[in-house]
C-alpha cells in the first residue's frame, strides 16, 4: 500500500509539472525598412522570472517549422526561444536554386546580414519574459554563418553556437568585437566548410583571443541534425542520430555555463 502511495504521489507530481509547463508560440512581424520579417517566439507560460533569450537562424531554405521547433524545444528547457527570419516574411525559397540565391544576397553583403540579424536581436530583447542581459545566438548553416557575423559585429551576446554553420567571414579582424563565447559543431566530413576554413576560423578566434570550443563529429557531413537531408553522406548533406544528439548535449551545457 505504501509503495502503491508513493507511486500515486509520484504520477501527481509528473502530471502537475506538465500541466504547469505549457508552450506558447506566436509569431512576431518586425522589420527592416519596408521589408516585413516574421520570428516565432516559443516560451513556458509557467515562467515566474525573466529567462535567457535564444535566437535560432534558419538554414538556407528560409524559417521553417525546422527552426521553429527548436525553438519550442528550447522552450522546454526554460528559455524562451526566437527562431529569426532574416530573408523576409515574402521570401521563402521554394527549392534549393532559390536558397543559394537568397543565401549568396546576404554572403556577399554581410553589413545587411549583420543589420537582419541585429534586428532579431532587438526584437528578442523586447519581450517581457526575457532577459536582456542573457542572450545567446545558434545557427544552423547557413543560420552559422549569421550567427557568428551577429557576434562578429560586437552585439551583446553570451554566446554563439553554430550547428553545421559555414565559418569564413571577409573580415576576420572583427572577432576582436566577439564579448562572449564561442561553441562550434562541425561535421568531420563536412565537404561544404572544409578543414582549410575550419582553419582559418580557428586561427581567427586564436589572433582575437575568443574563448571558444570546436567540436568535431566523425563520420558527419553537412546538414547532420536535419531529419529531412537523408542518410547518404555521398550527398555532402546527411543526417546523422549521433552527431545530432551529441551536439544538443553539447549545447545545454554551453548554455549551463554562459548562463
Known sequence: MKRFRKYFVFVLLILSQQLMSQ???????????????????????????????IIIVHDWMGESSFTNEKAEALAKLGYVGFAADIYGKDFRPKNQDEAGKLAGIYKNDRQLMRRRINLALDEIKKQKFVDPDKIAVMGYCFGGTVA?????????VKGTLTFHGGLDTPTPQDAKNIKGKVLVMHGGDDPFVPREQVNAFEKEM??????????IYSGAVHSFTNPAAGNDNSKGAAYNEKADKRSWEAMKTFFKEIF
Open 206 to 215: 586564436k589572433d582575437a583571443g575568443v574563448d571558444y570550443q570546436l567540436f
Open 148 to 156: 557568428l557575423e551577429l557576434a562578429r559585429s560586437g552585439a551583446d
Open 23 to 53: 508552450i506558447k508560440t506566436e509569431y512576431i512581424a518586425y522589420k527592416d525598412g519596408d521589408v516585413v520579417l516574421e520570428g516565432y517566439l516559443a516560451y513556458d507560460v509557467s515562467l515566474k522570472t525573466s529567462a535567457p533569450g
